[in-house]
C-alpha cells in the first residue's frame, strides 16, 4: 500500500464526512463507512463490532465478510482477537492472525481466507464502544501510517456513535443514553431517591469531530493551549504559599499543560483531519487507555490531573463551561466523579440524592450527605459517562444501586417504596415525645449523630434526647487553612444553644485515613485505616488538640460540657489525652476563663484492644461509646470500603454480638455509662440486639430514630436474649434469621 500519511488520513476523513452526510439510516451509514474504509485502506475487509452488552460484541457491518453474518456473529470480551482488542483496549496488528494466541475462527463469516488483521478499539474517554477491523488476503503487517488513520477513523466513529448516528435495530445499534442502565456501587448513605440527573461537572459535546480547516483548526488548538497554560500558572500564583498538596496538583497540570509531546500529539491529530475539540479527546482517550494500565499508583492518579486538564481545555475550546444555561430540576440528584464537603454543601438540601464515581464510605463528602441525610452511592462506575442532565434516576442507597433511565417497573416499584417510607414516617411522628420505652419496661436512651449546624433542628423534629456524637472535623475540612480558636468556640457556642439544654457531645478531630485536612501534609500509608489518624495525629501533633479543647472550654461559658476523644487504642493514649484536657483547664483558670460546671470526659471504643484495657482505665473514663463502624471492621479483619469482604460478616453475628456483651460487662462492673454509635444503631433490627445485650443508648442519623423507637417499643429485650442465646448454643453462625422468625411471630 503507498504511504498514506497526513494527506491520505485528511482524504479519508473527508470521504468519511460525506458518506455520514444526508438523513440515511444507521445501519446504511455504517455499510458505506466499511465499503470507504477498506477501499482507503486497500484491504480486502473491513468490519465493525459494535457492544451489545458490557459483555458482547457483536458485527455490525462489513466490507467482505460473509452479509448473512451481520448481527448474527457474537463474541465475548475477549474472545477472538476482536475480543482482545475490546477488553485490553489495545490494538493487535499482525500479519498472520492464525498464530497468534487467542485466534478463533468464526466459519460464519468466511474469514479463513484473510491473513493480516489489524483491530483497533473505538473510545472515548476511555470508554471501549466497539472494534474497528480490517483484514487482508496477503500477508502484511500495517505500517505506522495506516494504524494511526485507522485509529483517527475510529475516533470519529466513537464520536459519531456517542451522537447517535448508528442507530437502527438490535441491542447494539441502540442509542446511547436513551436505555436503562443499572449500576452497582458502595452504600454511603442509607436513603432512596428518585429524581433528574443533575450534573456537577457538565460533558463536553464535540458536535463535529472533522475538520473543515486543518490550519484554522491547529490556531485555534494552539489558541486554547495557551490560554489553558496562562490560567494554569495564574492558580499556581494564587496558591502560592498554601497547600503543599494542592501545590503538587497544580504543578502536574502545569507539567501535563507545557508537555511538547503533549501539544505535539493533539496537533498531529488536527493535521490527520480531525478539528481541535476531536484531537483533545483523542489523546484523552489515549493517555486514559496507557495510565489504566500502569500498576504504579502515582502514575495512575495522574490520570485525573490529566482528564482534569483536558476538561477545561475543551470547555475553552467550546465555550461549555459548568454555566451551560440548563435549568437545575426541581428534583436534582447530583452525578459527580467526585467531590468536595464545601461544594457539596454549596447544593445544600436541594439534593435528593448524590452518586460518585469514586468516594469512600468515610469521606468528606459521605460525612456531608449524611448530615443532610441524603442518599449516597459511590463507586458508581461509568456514571459520569452514562449519565446526561434531565435523565431520570432512581438511587436506592441501601442497595448501592442506581437505576439511571429506569423502566416503567422500577419506577413504581421506587414510588410505592417511597410512599411506604413516608407513611412510616408518619406513624413515627405520633411517638416522636415519648420514650423509647421496651414491652419489658426498659428504656433506651436514643441520641442522633450530627456534624453541622444545620444538622441542630432535626434534634426536636427527630425526638432525640441529645446529639451522641457531633463530629468537629467538618469545619477543618471545609476550610482552605485552619480555623481560629475563636472561631471554633463561637460555632461550638452556637451548636450548645441550639440544643436547648440538651446534651450534645463533642468528637475531638477525628483526621487522617481518607480524612486529610486541605492543608495538611498528607502522609503516605500503606493502610491508612490503620494508621497515623484521630488521637494518634492528636497527641503527636497537641497543638491543634489543644486549640480545641480550649475552644471547646470558652464555648462552654460556665455551663455543661461533655468531650470524646476518637480512636483510643489504649489505656496510655487516653491518660495522655485527658492530661491535655486538664492543662486546657488550667490554662482557661489562669485566664481568668468560666469552667464547665459539669465536665465529662469520655473516649470511643473503636478497636478490639480497648476492651481489654486495664479495670483503671474503666473506672477513670467518665462515659464510653462503641464506635461501631471502626469496631466491627477490625473485629472481623475486613475493610468496609472493600466490596470483597464487607458483605461477609454480620453485625449479628454470634461472635461480635457476644464481644459487645463482654463490653457491657465490664462498663456494669464499673458503672461506666456506655453507648453504641455507628450505622448500625440505626438499623432497627440490629438495634434491638444490641439492646438485648445490654446496651441503654444508641446513637444514630436523625431519620432512623422514629423507625428504631418503633421497633423497641414493640418488643421484649428479655425474649430477644433468649432467641438470641438459643442461636448461640445452637452454633449458628448469625442470629439474624432466628431474630427474623421471632419478630414475624
Not at 368 to 380: D, K, Q, Y
Not at 390 to 403: C, L, S, T
Not at 431 to 454: F, Q, S, V
Request: proline share 5%.
Amino acid at each position: 500500500m503507498p504511504d498514506r500519511g497526513e494527506s491520505e488520513s485528511r482524504k479519508l476523513l473527508r470521504r468519511l464526512r460525506e458518506a455520514m452526510a444526508g438523513e440515511s439510516a444507521g445501519q446504511e451509514r455504517l455499510d458505506r463507512i466499511t465499503t470507504l474504509i477498506a477501499e482507503s485502506m486497500g484491504t480486502e475487509v473491513c468490519s465493525i463490532y459494535l457492544f451489545r452488552d458490557r459483555e458482547t460484541l457483536e458485527l455490525c457491518a462489513t466490507e467482505g465478510l460473509k452479509p448473512e453474518a451481520v448481527h448474527q456473529t457474537r463474541l465475548r470480551l475477549g474472545e477472538g482477537l476482536v475480543g482482545r482488542v475490546g477488553r485490553s483496549g489495545r490494538i493487535i496488528n499482525t500479519e498472520n492472525a492464525p498464530a497468534l494466541p487467542g485466534f478463533r475462527y468464526m466459519p460464519e463469516t468466511g474469514e479463513e481466507a484473510y491473513t493480516s488483521f489489524l483491530g483497533v478499539p473505538i473510545q472515548r474517554l476511555g470508554e471501549t464502544l466497539g472494534v474497528l477491523v480490517v483484514q487482508s488476503r496477503e500477508p502484511r503487517g500495517f505500517t505506522a501510517d495506516e494504524v494511526y488513520a485507522l485509529e483517527v477513523v475510529a475516533m470519529v466513529l466513537a464520536e459519531m456513535a456517542e451522537l447517535g448516528a448508528f442507530v437502527g435495530e438490535g441491542a447494539a445499534m441502540t442509542a446511547r443514553h436513551q436505555q436503562p442502565v443499572t449500576l452497582r456501587g458502595t452504600i454511603g448513605q442509607e436513603g432512596v431517591a428518585m429524581g433528574h440527573v443533575w450534573l456537577h461537572e457538565p460533558r463536553v459535546v464535540v458536535a463535529n469531530p472533522i475538520a473543515d480547516d486543518p490550519d484554522r483548526e491547529a490556531e485555534r488548538l494552539r489558541e486554547a493551549v495557551d490560554r489553558l497554560r496562562v490560567g494554569v500558572d495564574r492558580m499556581l500564583d494564587g496558591a502560592a504559599g498554601g497547600d503543599a498538596e494542592q501545590l503538587q496538583v497544580l504543578e502536574a497540570y502545569r507539567m501535563f499543560a507545557n508537555s511538547p509531546g503533549w501539544l505535539r500529539r493533539m496537533e498531529e491529530s488536527v493535521a490527520s483531519g480531525l478539528s481541535a475539540e476531536a484531537a483533545v479527546e483523542k489523546e484523552q482517550s489515549s493517555a486514559r487507555a496507557r495510565l489504566t494500565q500502569v500498576s504504579d499508583h502515582y502514575l495512575r492518579d495522574r490520570l485525573h490531573d490529566l482528564d482534569d486538564l483536558s476538561n477545561r481545555l475543551l470547555r475553552l475550546l467550546t465555550g461549555q463551561g459548568k454555566e451551560t444555561g440548563a435549568q437545575m430540576p426541581a428534583d436534582p440528584i447530583l452525578i459527580a466523579r467526585n467531590i468536595g464537603p464545601a461544594e457539596l454543601l454549596d447544593y445544600g438540601r436541594a439534593l435528593r440524592g448524590v452518586v460518585l464515581e469514586e468516594g469512600s464510605v468515610g469521606s468528606h463528602a459521605a460525612i456531608v450527605a449524611r448530615a443532610l441525610a441524603i442518599p449516597l452511592v459511590i463507586h458508581a462506575e461509568r456514571i459520569t459517562t452514562e449519565a446526561l442532565n434531565g435523565d431520570p434516576i432512581a438511587v436506592d442507597g441501601e442497595q448501592g444501586i442506581v437505576h439511571l433511565r429506569p423502566d416503567d417497573s422500577i419506577a413504581a416499584a421506587f414510588r410505592d417504596k417511597i410512599a411506604m417510607q413516608a407513611e412510616a414516617q408518619e406513624r413515627y411522628a405520633s411517638i416522636r415525645d415519648k420514650p423509647a420505652e421496651t414491652l419489658c419496661g426498659t428504656t433506651i436512651g436514643m441520641h442522633m449523630n450530627a456534624g453541622l449546624m444545620a444538622d441542630l433542628p432535626s434534634l426536636a423534629g427527630s425526638g432525640a434526647e441529645g446529639v451522641g456524637l457531633f463530629r468537629t472535623e467538618l469545619q477543618f475540612l471545609l476550610r482552605n487553612k485552619m480555623p481560629r480558636r475563636s472561631e471554633l468556640s463561637a460555632l461550638y457556642a452556637r451548636i450548645m444553644q441550639a440544643a436547648q439544654g440538651k446534651r450534645v457531645v463533642f468528637r475531638t478531630l477525628d483526621i487522617g485515613s481518607d480524612k486529610v485536612l486541605p492543608y495538611m501534609t498528607a502522609v503516605d500509608e500503606p493502610n491508612p485505616a490503620l494508621g497515623w489518624r484521630a488521637i494518634r495525629v492528636g497527641l503527636d501533633k497537641p497543638g491543634v488538640l489543644r486549640m480545641q479543647l480550649q475552644a471547646l472550654v470558652r464555648a462552654a461559658n460556665g455551663g455543661p460540657l461533655s468531650v470524646m476523644f476518637p480512636f483510643i487504642a489504649q489505656y496510655e493514649e487516653y491518660v495522655a489525652a485527658r492530661a491535655e484536657m486538664d492543662k486546657a483547664l488550667a490554662r482557661e483558670r489562669i485566664l481568668g476563663h468560666p469552667l464547665p460546671s459539669s465536665l465529662d470526659v469520655g473516649a470511643m471504643l473503636e478497636t478490639p484492644s480497648l476492651a481489654f484495657a486495664p479495670r483503671r482505665f474503666f473506672e477513670e473514663v467518665e462515659f464510653l461509646s462503641i464506635g461501631g463502624n471502626d469496631l466491627k471492621q477490625f473485629f472481623f479483619a475486613a475493610d468496609r470500603e472493600n466490596e470483597l469482604v464487607r458483605r461477609r460478616y454480620d453485625t449479628l453475628n454470634v461472635s461480635f454480638l457476644t464481644f459487645i456483651e463482654q463490653i457491657v460487662r465490664r462498663c456494669e462492673e464499673t458503672g461506666t455509662p456506655l453507648s453504641f454509635c455507628g450505622e448500625d444503631a440505626g438499623r432497627p433490627v440490629e438495634a434491638l440486639c444490641l439492646a438485648a445485650m445490654g446496651i441503654r443508648l444508641l446513637s444514630m442519623r436523625p431519620a432512623s430514630i422514629g423507625p428504631v423507637k418503633h421497633l423497641l417499643r414493640r418488643a421484649h429485650l428479655g425474649e430477644v436474649r433468649t432467641v438470641i442465646e438459643g442461636a448461640r448454643e445452637r452454633g449458628e453462625q448469625s442470629v439474624r434469621a432466628a431474630v427474623m422468625e421471632y419478630l414475624k411471630r
